[in-house]
């Protein structure tokens, strides 16, 4: 059974059907196994020729700021606020 009608009728993508494949020899060991024939038009080769391990990018950590200054304005505005209830609840 050719590719494109084995995907056009189970609705899944190339890369969908070869996921579990690490390589392109396994990926042809899938499309043999469901007696597939893999496309024609190199698409099968291409999906494992980008799909080469890119270096991992690390996440920059996002420290936050613990200066007194901080904690300060923070107190300060809660003080405020509740000054603010009392003078409204009076």
Wanted: net charge positive; hydrophobic share 30%; proline share 6%.
């Amino acid at each position: 059974m050719r590719w494109e009608y084995f995907s056009g009728r189970r609705r899944i993508s190339l890369e969908k059907f070869v996921e579990d494949a690490k390589t392109l020899e396994e990926a042809l060991a899938i499309f043999k196994n469901c007696r597939v024939s893999p496309p024609g038009d190199g698409s099968l080769s291409l999906l494992f020729k980008k799909s080469n391990p890119s270096p991992v990018v690390k996440k920059k950590e996002v420290k936050k700021s613990t200066s007194p200054s901080s904690k300060i304005g923070v107190r300060k505005s809660k003080e405020a606020n509740n000054a603010k209830r009392k003078e409204i609840s009076a």
